[in-house]
């Protein structure tokens, strides 16, 4: 039996294990993948406080892995099946093992949106900037997206691209102006304006890709074997087990202590209704969700 079990290993989620830890509670974070979840695998953190020169979103993770396994807490990478919430005891069901606890604390994010689009299964679509972006030097890379997300991966790759566009649906860069200035800098990236892409072909790696111009309709094909698309197109909240909850657009409504409608179950980061979604508020939200879960147990 644990006090607190966190669903989850982003910045919300290891931020609220590290507070629960310190308050005397058995705590256990378990995460399907990394410590570090969708931020662990951006090519720069950026604005965070106090973060090092060049802050990578890998050394960020290395750094918050660190931190907690310091402070005692224990990480199962397991992947969460089946969460029964409601009652005195919690148990969390995972592909490995059950587990009960008093408190549990749902942090484990979102995932990136899919285009829906035909051929985005080939070989060279939806690509990592850090991971992938060394195989495509010279070559030229499509960024989806024109928010901060998009934009500050296209910043990454123009360093290594021969030529990067940038693919939004709006009419400009819908990014912060900090992000639209240094894209001002590149002579190397391209913006491509509401415009979608729709359909992308090849035999086993993408070939071909085809825009849509959202204000016109027309369409156009872009022939390029050794392309490379990197979507940045959003995300989904991984809230599909959480049955149990009433949701609000798929996000999960909390209270100022991130406590669901359920006693004893909280939210914490991007998974929660909220304004705003960054890492400071990540941390934030778990730094709560963790004191007010351990003030249960």
Do not use: W
Request: glycine residues 12%.
């Amino acid at each position: 039996m644990y006090d607190i079990i966190i669903i989850g290993a982003g910045p919300a989620g290891i931020s609220a294990a590290i507070y629960g830890k310190s308050r005397g509670k058995k705590v256990l974070v378990l995460e399907k993948n990394q410590v570090g979840g969708l931020i662990g695998t951006v090519s720069t953190v950026t604005h965070y406080t106090a973060i090092i020169k060049e802050e990578s979103g890998k050394t960020f993770a290395e750094r918050m892995k660190e931190q907690a396994i310091g402070a005692g807490v224990e990480i199962c990478y397991e992947n969460v099946t089946e969460t029964k919430l409601t009652g005195s005891t919690k148990t969390i069901v995972t592909d490995k093992n059950s587990y009960e606890c008093k408190t549990v604390i749902l942090a484990n994010g979102g995932s990136g949106r899919m285009l829906g689009i035909p051929g985005e299964s080939l070989k060279g679509v939806r690509l990592n900037a850090p991971k992938d972006g060394p195989d495509y030097k010279g070559k030229n890379v499509y960024v989806i997206g024109g928010a901060d997300g998009a934009v500050k991966e296209a910043l990454y790759l123009a360093q290594i691209a021969g030529k990067v566009t940038i693919v939004c649906v709006e009419d400009e860069l819908a990014c912060i102006q900090e992000f639209k200035d240094k894209v001002s800098l590149h002579d190397n990236i391209e913006i491509m304006p509401h415009s979608s892409l729709t359909a992308v072909y090849g035999s086993e790696r993408a070939e071909e890709l085809e825009f849509t111009d959202n204000n016109t309709g027309d369409k156009h094909v872009v022939k390029d074997a050794e392309c490379g698309v990197f979507v940045y197109a959003g995300i989904v909240p991984n809230t599909d087990m959480y049955t149990e909850l009433k949701l609000d657009g798929g996000y999960i409504p909390v209270d100022t202590s991130m406590q669901t409608e359920i006693p004893g179950v909280f939210a914490a980061g991007d998974i929660c209704v909220k304004k705003v979604r960054q890492v400071a508020t990540a941390v934030s939200d778990g730094a709560v969700a963790g004191i007010c879960a351990a003030a249960m147990c």
